[in-house]
């Protein structure tokens, strides 16, 4: 039987809204990435991160239907290994701890996924709803997601890739956000998180060129961003730790780096809707993930007894 729902959810005043922080967490691969481009796909506005928290990733906003929602992105959380994981981890528990809504999302191929809490070995638990969300969906034959129902029977099923759910998805969240005021306007774009969207796409693209070792080498920073030019000019820098490396990503005589260019290029083309002149380079930053500084000039925070 369907649960009444109370008078007021029919019925709100006009101008009750509700908005919040969302964390995305889920291992690496998960398909946290495309679920956030997804979101910004169809309908989202891009916009500098609160001045006071600089140190949560913002990577998107999407307002609608009296709902805002600001995402943010929680890298680190489940894969403490370096130096670096563990800057990442610790950025990544206060960004839980500062949540609306936790959304869990696990590639549903591997099953039913270890409980957030314990996959993360996470103490206190957060204030927040965790939402548990199967990812790749679409890869599931339907016999598979009987299995799924049984073993896993609170979790959402969505595909990032193709879309299913995610609009069910978006209103769940919406559901569960506080009431308050829109935190951001709804319709701005500030160059700042845009620069780091850019640079994860970048990242993104230099990431699909190499193989599974090499990930975690690799940074992207955004240099020169002329938003107001026709195209839009970028500069960006893709960052790797050894000259053999650098060789993997350009390639034979630049061609992979050419194709590198073409396909972020593309992508950037399709998130800002404007031509771009994409202007990429590949330089080493020898161990960075390993120097305090070249981790904060990447936006990671130390914990302190970290610092050099
Ligand atoms: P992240 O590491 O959690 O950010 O994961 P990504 O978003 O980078 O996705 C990892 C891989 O899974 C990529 O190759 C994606 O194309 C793929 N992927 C993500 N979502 C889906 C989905 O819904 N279905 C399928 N089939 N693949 C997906
Ligand atoms: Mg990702």
């Known amino acids: 039987m369907m649960p009444e729902l109370p008078a007021t959810s029919a019925t709100a005043p006009a101008g009750v809204t509700h908005a919040g922080m969302v964390a995305v967490v889920g291992k690496p691969n998960a398909g946290k990435s495309t679920l956030l481009n997804r979101i910004v796909g169809q309908k989202l506005s891009i916009t500098s991160p609160k001045p006071q928290s600089t140190r949560t990733r913002v990577v998107g906003i ?11 992105d929680t890298p680190g959380l489940l894969e403490p290994r370096y130096a670096l994981q563990k800057a990442m981890r610790r950025t990544a528990l206060e960004v839980l701890h500062e949540a609306d809504v936790i959304l869990y999302l696990a590639d549903a191929s591997e ?3 270890t409980p957030l809490l314990e996959a993360a070995a996470i103490e206190r638990p957060p204030r927040a709803p965790v939402v548990t969300v199967l990812n790749k969906i679409d890869m599931i034959p339907p016999s598979r997601r ?22 069910q998805l978006i209103d769940e969240i919406a559901s569960r956000l506080p009431e308050s005021p829109f935190l951001f306007p709804e319709e701005e774009i500030g160059t700042q998180s845009l620069r780091f969207f850019v640079s994860e796409l970048v990242r993104e693209t230099a990431l699909e060129q190499l193989d599974e070792e090499v990930p975690y080498s690799v940074a992207c920073e955004v240099e020169e961003f002329r938003e107001a030019s026709r195209p ?6 893709i960052y790797v730790e050894r000259e053999s490396q ?14 590198m260019g073409r396909s972020a290029r593309l992508k950037i083309e399709k998130l ?6 994409l202007d990429l380079w590949v330089k080493v930053l020898a161990n960075w993930r390993r120097n305090a500084r070249s981790l904060e000039r990447f936006g990671f925070t130390l914990p302190q007894d970290d610092r050099a």
Not at 232 to 237: L, M, Q
Not at 247 to 254: T, V, Y
Not at 272 to 277: R, T
Request: overall charge neutral; hydrophobic content about 40%.
């Open 272 to 277: 800002l809707d404007a031509p771009v002149y």
């Open 246 to 259: 650098k060789g993997i990503l350009i390639g034979d005589g630049g061609a992979r780096i050419r194709d």
């Open 146 to 167: 009987d299995q799924l129902d049984i073993s896993c029977p609170d979790a959402r099923r969505i595909s990032a890739r193709t879309g299913e759910g995610v609009a």
């Open 62 to 72: 999407h307002s609608a239907n009296g709902a805002q929602m600001i995402l943010t």
């Open 232 to 237: 839009v000019y970028i500069r960006a820098v």
């Open 111 to 113: 099953g039913a996924p």
